[in-house]
């Protein structure tokens, strides 16, 4: 048992979060007498049959505030919760007593790294400066630790010779010695700042990938070369990063795009099976695990040309003391989407098969993996979305979430200029609800609306959290109706706050533009099955057959898409007429964007029924009203 009176040092030692408790409680004006006069006790009992890992109970005695975890990650949460509570104007007499304990073990960010990128080009670049900065990283793992995130996912082609000098292979990169000692400082820095704040740090690579330099000297591809050079080199790299990174909790892999597969720019090179891609997994970075001088977690992301039984056959022979992580790309690139489970990665077919988790699997689970290729921009936050897609979700063979895009980089906020409103340094600030929503009812769906409407009054004054939440509530619904009318697949064939399909993905691609034109819409399919598609709704009207109980036609969506809008700028505009800071009147400009571009859908919804109507029957008026919705969309 550890009792501590006087708070602020305390804290500070004991969670290594200096800046994160401490100045929530003294944001809140909390007395400095009351806190000296305050007693609170942490006790770390991992003997506790009412909590689990990572949970935590508070309760009290007399004026003594008694935290109680099985971990001090769980110690953490808690105290987290008696400042938030305190934020909120409760004292430490009426903190509420509760026992908390996460409904996922997994609760992890995907981060894609700017250098050794899978997308290449100004956009990731930009990063490069920000993300070597460790002032960055203290700030992103501070708001991962208060949001209950507990994985941090970190992803680039080829991460190891950024990371080590291979000893075999010395020219696998060219930095100097003083290089090299700087990359490693990065890394034992970030590493280290993640497990004082209960997050595991994780390094995903592309397999059959090596760097520029070593292909160069020693003669093979830098992609799809699975020569025996290039295998012992990957074993042993795995093997030596994780001796020289003792606080690297894991590695992951991802059966993708350079394992001599349909992607491969190089049609001579042999054609790898499920089989061949899992052995050389397994020949590879298994086996380099296997052989380093300390257990390590391993991820298998499961994309592509993968096979269950080879993955589980793998997985099998690994015999490794840890549950091995198993991610799936949920709704494939578009997670922002339906709550129901309708199209994976899987070998491009969108098949979901049910042999990742049947039979149930008894060393490995499953994360679905929340992919956001859909809005960068624009903030969002729909709680009520997140609580649905948690409670449709919870398999017993799923233990956790993975939230995170391949096209976006949370760093350099690139989008605002500076000038009043701009109160923050980096571009996942700006998003905070989105992590906040995610990171917490990922931790406890139950999570109320009222905590998320406190941390915005907390931020924007009295009287801002319900209408403000509210107002986010309705105006997220526009990028997921759209992501469930408009069926998508991988990263560039939907950006919803652009209404661009960049990438022809099905139906009719008009040549054109990316803009999503009316026959795009009309002819192209929907992800959710409870939609009915324009040109599907028109024929069944054309035909006089009943529309199908439980579905929702184009006419039905536009009207809900209009009431939303309408919703949303009564919202904004009440909070407007408020005295407000120049940030909220920021995010306000945010939320009345999703709401126009509400209206705009349902309009071009509108239009399209009309004008395939009029294709389909002649009727001239048909062809007005397509004129007179497409006029008004404009």
Known sequence: MIRYRHIFPSWAILFLLPGLVIGQITNAGTDSQDLQDADIEIKVNDHDPTLRKEGYAITHQDRKVLITACDPVGAMYGALDVAEQIVEGKTWETAADKIVNPHFTVRAIKFNLPWSSYRTGPAMQQHMEVCRDLRFWQSFLDQMAENRFNVLSLWNVHPFSYMVKPVNYPKANNFSQQEMREWKHFWTSLFRMAKERGIEPFIVNWNIAVSPEFAKAYGVLERNDTSAIVKRYTREVVTQVINEYPDLAGIGITLADWMSNFSSANSSLPIMTPKDREDWIEQTVVAGIKKAKRPIKFLHRSVLSSDPKEMRRVINNAKLPDTTLVEIKFNWSHGHSTPALLITHDSHSGKTDDGYWNPMPDNYRVQWMIRNEDFFILRWGQPDFIRAHIAQNSKPY???????????????????????????????EKQWLFYQLWGRLLYDPSTPDDVFEAAIENRYGKGTGKSLLLAYTVAGNMPLRLASFYRSTWDYTLYSEGFLAPSPNGGLNDKVSAFISIDELIDHPTLDPRYLSIADYVKQVVEKRAQPVGKISPLMLADSLE??????????????????????????????????????????LRAGVALQSFRTSGEKIQQRKAIQWLTQGQ
């Open 398 to 428: 799923v233990n956790g979430y993975f939230i995170g895009s391949e096209g976006y980089i949370p760093a350099l906020d690139f989008s605002h200029l500076s000038n009043p409103h701009r109160t923050w340094n980096y571009a996942f």
């Open 563 to 604: 009431l939303d809008s309408r919703e949303v700028l009564m919202l904004t505009e009440q909070l407007r007429s408020k005295s407000i800071p120049p940030t909220l009147s920021c995010e306000l400009d945010d939320l009345e964007t999703w709401a126009h571009l509400s209206a705009y859908f349902a309009d071009k």
